[in-house]
């Protein structure tokens, strides 16, 4: 396997975990109502989705870590990886809000395109 697939791996690891952290916290009650006011919820259908979007991104960021490193390896990867990014995540819902949602958004996006990119079935 070249530099290059375990770069795509990796980086489809971190922003797929990233990004699935994100729409898991914005099925929150709180969390979307920091981003969206005061009393804002999200609907029934919404929360379904954010909620099945973040386990779909999950599942991908654990698929890319063991296809790059092996089982037992992709696995503690997997877990490293999403201990960054729940850390990330909580430090900028914490101080910068809007930045967490951009981020979120372009981390799911590109994650998915990295995702692709690497190869991984």
Known sequence: MSALHIDLH???LFTLSYGGMFA??????RHYADLRGRGAEPAPALRRRLQLGGAAAL???LSAAVHAMGG???FLLWVGALTGACLLLVLLLSYATRAAAL???AAYACGSVSYLL???Y
Not at 24 to 29: K, Q, T, V
């Open 10 to 12: 990796q980086l489809a």
């Open 24 to 29: 898991l916290s914005m099925a929150m009650d």
């Open 59 to 61: 599942a991908l960021a």
């Open 72 to 74: 037992t390896h992709g």
């Open 103 to 105: 981020l979120g958004v």
């Open 118 to 120: 690497a190869g991984v």
